[in-house]
């Protein structure tokens, strides 16, 4: 915990201790608070990486999209086979044990259809991929910003907590200074109600921590129930993420080990990005598809054979070359072959092509817009990480240390009798206040970071 926070703390708890400045010179512990345990670990908690990683392996929206590019690479596969012949067999019967029967086998070649068409599939392939690595860019951003959000809210617990904690220790103090007749009771009623205040804001904080923690399982893929921690705290998590160089996006975890996604170098330019790239797939498949269509509008030739045998005769006899009588009957054996040409008359596709042109077209629209859309999301990231780093600057200097001083200097003069105690509660509020909103800060930087590393594209490594 910052210095600033433990100073609040312990003149908050020792505000009528004598031995309060002693009590602000006990050493500073490195393990969480109690009340953070169940969210913070820092040995055995899961890190921002491994969480980015459990959510792209395991999460159901993700392994549907995966799925979804595994069915279109069947598809290129379909796309491929030739047609099937088809055969069809007819028996005719006579009376007098007489008849016929007939064998055809009719087999499409498809001359000009088959390459087009596993074009297409193969255009719809890549398209597809490039829509799953935007679902996987979007699914890392929103574990970041969720992660950023736990961070936030266990940070308010911790800093809530530990003033409630010790505002009932002053309520108590003020209790027996009002039995005595040493304090007035309307200072003791004013701390009890300023506890109050800090233990429901403390329950709305908890509730906002364990909110966030179950949506945070949620996005990667476990069971509300399922156990979980997290490894740092927000401002380690900031310190971290401030670090990342700016030249190649690169994002390491505390640990030393790379993030699995890596934002995009700026020269690499927005086409990187899987929406972009999505976009651009598309504008393939509709040229894939309209060359298709004018395809199948083009002539295609059918190959056909057959084999027909053939026994008539008449109830008659006749003589025959050796000059006997016998019946008249014959058996006649026929082979068809031939092809079949289909003839695009009237219709060649044209009201298909041309829709697919204009699906082509408006495909190359939206992939302009996309390129817009990532260049304004790119700058207004940078321009939020800037003003995030100038909001902490402002934090991190005399801020902080400035609020510190003016407690003391309450807390010394209530001490010496020239303020009441409503007075120090009321520069402890101001001094609350200013912890909160250095978390809006802490937090801030940190969705900046992620929106930014997210604006440059998502790359797999």
């Known amino acids: 915990m910052s210095y600033v926070l ?4 312990v003149i908050a708890a020792a505000l009528f201790i004598p031995a309060a400045a002693s009590a602000r010179q006990e050493p500073h512990t490195t393990s969480p608070p109690e009340v953070t345990r169940r969210y913070v670990d820092p040995a055995a908690g899961t890190s921002l990486a491994d969480l980015i990683a459990l959510g792209l392996r395991q999460e159901p929206g993700i392994q549907a999209a995966l799925l979804a590019t595994t069915a279109a690479r069947h598809q290129v596969q379909q796309a491929g086979l030739r047609a099937n012949p088809s055969v069809s067999v007819e028996r005719q019967r006579m009376r007098g044990g007489m008849g016929q029967w007939a064998a055809m086998a009719n087999w499409p070649l498809e001359l000009f259809r088959r390459g087009a068409r596993v074009s297409t599939a193969e255009a719809e392939v890549e398209m597809t991929a490039a829509g799953v690595a935007e679902q996987q860019r979007m699914l890392t951003l929103a574990i970041e910003m969720q992660y950023g959000e736990l961070l936030m809210a266990v940070r308010d617990l911790v800093l809530l907590d530990e003033l409630w904690t010790a505002a009932r220790e002053t309520v108590t103090l003020l209790g027996e200074r009002a039995e005595a007749g040493a304090a007035p009771r309307v200072e003791r009623d004013a701390a009890a109600v300023d506890a109050g205040r800090l233990e429901a804001r403390r329950a709305l904080a908890t509730g906002q921590a364990d909110a966030a923690l179950l949506e945070l399982k949620r996005l990667v893929g476990l069971q509300p129930s399922a156990p979980l921690t997290v490894r740092e705290t927000l401002e380690q998590a900031v310190d971290r993420s401030m670090a990342v160089s700016r030249d190649d996006g690169v994002d390491a975890s505390p640990d030393g080990v790379a993030q699995p996604f890596r934002a995009a170098s700026s020269d690499a330019g927005v086409d990187t990005r899987p929406d972009v790239r999505e976009a651009l797939a598309r504008i393939d498949v509709e040229a894939a598809r309209a060359t298709e269509l004018r395809s199948g509008g083009r002539f295609d030739l059918s190959v056909f054979g057959g084999y027909m045998r053939m026994e008539s005769g008449f109830p008659q ?17 026929n082979v068809t072959v031939g092809a079949m040409v289909m003839v695009p008359l009237f219709n060649r596709n044209q009201g298909a092509v041309a829709a697919a042109e204009t699906r082509r077209t408006a495909a190359e629209r939206t992939a302009e817009a996309r390129r817009l859309q990532a260049s304004s999301e790119v700058a207004a990231a940078t321009a939020r990480v ?13 801020l902080r240390e400035t609020a510190r001083r003016n407690l003391d200097v309450m807390r010394e003069a209530y001490q010496l009798g020239r ?4 007075e120090v509660l009321a520069e402890q509020q101001r001094t609350l206040d200013l912890e909160m909103a250095y978390s809006d800060a802490l ?7 992620a929106q930014l590393r997210a604006a440059r594209g998502g790359v797999e490594r």
């Open 386 to 398: 800037e003003a995030a780093r100038a909001s902490l600057s402002v934090f991190t200097g005399a």
């Open 443 to 449: 937090a801030d930087a940190f969705e900046a970071q």
């Open 6 to 9: 433990r100073s609040i703390v």
């Open 419 to 422: 303020n009441t105690v409503i």
């Open 317 to 333: 006899q006749a003589f025959g070359m050796d000059g006997q009588l016998e019946p008249i009957r014959g058996v006649f054996h």
